[in-house]
């Protein structure tokens, strides 16, 4: 099973910046397109970015221009830096890869907690 390990999260204030980081198993973030995603509780996951094999980036609209995910193949690591947080941030994070058919991997780690406020 794929794993991925995601860590960096914790309190900022608004303006703010963090980085997350992605441990992924063997080859993984250097084989596959990979993405991040986050999730408030009882809300439904929301897809944030994605860097393809080739290291195209695309992002969601609510981020795009204050979040970019970057990768490290030796290190087999996924990075997002989150600047100019919002309180509407605030959220899990996670990472997974996507495979080849487009669908993301069922496996999902435990998340990085990202809370956004004054």
């Known amino acids: 099973q794929v794993q991925h390990v995601e860590s960096g999260g914790g309190l900022v204030q608004p303006g703010g910046s963090l980085r997350l980081s992605c441990a992924a198993s063997g080859s993984i973030s250097s084989s596959y397109a990979m993405g991040w995603f986050r999730q408030v509780p009882g809300k439904q996951r929301e897809w944030v970015a994605t860097?393809?094999?080739?290291?195209?980036?695309t992002y969601a609209d609510s981020v795009n221009g204050r979040f970019t995910i970057s990768r490290d193949s030796a290190k087999n690591t996924v990075y997002l830096q989150m600047n100019s947080l919002k309180p509407e941030d605030t959220a899990v994070y996670y990472c997974?890869?996507?495979?080849?058919?487009?669908?993301?991997?069922?496996?999902w780690g435990q998340g990085t907690q990202v809370t956004v406020s004054s």
């Open positions: 997974n890869r996507q495979e080849f058919s487009g669908a993301w991997n069922v496996y």
């Open positions: 860097i393809t094999r080739g290291g195209s980036t």
